[in-house]
């Protein structure tokens, strides 16, 4: 299945159905009068997040969505049936902004939320609805009310709890094949994960936590290098980021400034997530090798750097454990607000 995480589709509510004028006509009835029933409601245009989608791919083929137009009015005082709604299921996770991607409309981010994005128009009045006793035989009927339309832009950001962030060829893929049951393309050149990637990591039958892994980001990444930053929606959501640095690159405090640069350039709350460095590809070094950039790495950010790496799992089980229990800090600290 193709990834999308954005698309814009047409919605339009349907009209209400018309009242009709009409008299009561009976034999042996000597004062008929006004039966004219009001119009049904037209049918409503509804969201609803279900947990059984993970992409926007649907939208790419059917962009238009209409409702039907509520029934209209009879006589004997029948009302017009109302049209069914218009279910659009959306994946856990999409927002929905209007045309012109500055306004948001709704954020379906829990399984089974609903929004009601475009109203049916009501039914009109049929003539006995304007019956009184100076005017015991109106011919007035009235239409049905427009329903509502509108273009509308749809953006998936996938529910994770972790974001993998990292220069391209940092490792990202591996680790998540290793650690879940995911199975993104892997290679040996930059940008082989071409759209996110969630995998769910599992430590026992009680702790698990899902992992998103995005494309790589280069330097000048918000002004649309390599794939830009549009992916970086993706890990918004997170509790926690993991930021994996190539151990065997020539520099790696670059490597670390220049995704950390990327993400405040895209949004400054997303730069102020929690952090876990990791340094990946260890293997590959000595040990006295990996005690000197580990060394410059932590004077560097100031913060405790994970050696791993992800080939030969060596230190895999260790940061897992440290993620799991940073999840779970965060989730009781804001238990307790």
Request: charged residues 25%; glycine residues 10%; proline residues 4%.
């Amino acid at each position: 299945m193709k990834f999308l995480d954005q698309a814009k589709i047409y919605l339009r509510s349907g009209d209400g159905g018309d009242g009709v004028s009409a008299f009561r006509r009976e034999k042996y009835i000597e004062f008929g009068g006004p039966d004219g029933g009001n119009g049904g409601r037209g049918g409503d245009i509804i969201f609803e997040a279900v947990p059984n989608l993970n992409t926007l791919i649907d939208f790419r083929y059917a962009q238009h969505f209409r409702a039907r137009k509520g029934g209209n009015g009879a006589g004997a005082l029948k009302t017009g049936a109302s049209a069914p709604a218009v279910v659009i299921k959306v994946p856990i996770g999409t927002q929905i902004m209007d045309d012109t991607r500055t306004t948001l409309l709704a954020d379906l981010d829990k399984a089974g939320m609903r929004v009601t994005l475009c109203r049916g128009g009501d039914g009109g009045h049929g003539n006995a609805h304007y019956k009184t006793s100076t005017n015991r035989a109106p011919r007035r009927a009235d239409k049905g009310y427009p329903g509502e339309e509108r273009w509308v832009w749809l953006r998936l950001k996938l529910i994770a709890d972790v974001g993998l962030v990292g220069l391209p060829n940092a490792g990202k893929s591996t680790f998540l094949s290793v650690v879940s049951a995911a199975r993104p393309k892997i290679a040996d050149y930059p940008f082989t994960t071409l759209h996110p990637q969630l995998g769910v990591v599992r430590l026992s039958l009680t702790e698990e936590f899902v992992l998103a892994d995005i494309p790589g980001l280069i330097k000048g990444a918000h002004e649309g290098a390599g794939l830009g930053d549009r992916f970086l929606g993706h890990i918004e959501r997170c509790t926690i980021l993991l930021h994996l640095i190539d151990a065997t690159a020539d520099d790696i405090l670059t490597s670390w400034t220049t995704i950390r640069q990327e993400l405040k350039a895209y949004d400054t709350h997303l730069a102020q997530k929690p952090e876990l460095i990791v340094l990946n590809k260890i293997d590959a070094l000595t040990p006295e090798e990996l005690a000197a950039k580990q060394a410059e790495l932590e004077a560097a950010t100031h913060a405790v750097v994970k050696p791993i790496s992800a080939v030969t799992q060596v230190g895999i089980p260790d940061l897992l454990r440290l993620v799991q229990n940073t999840i779970q800090d965060h989730k009781n600290s804001q238990d307790s607000l």
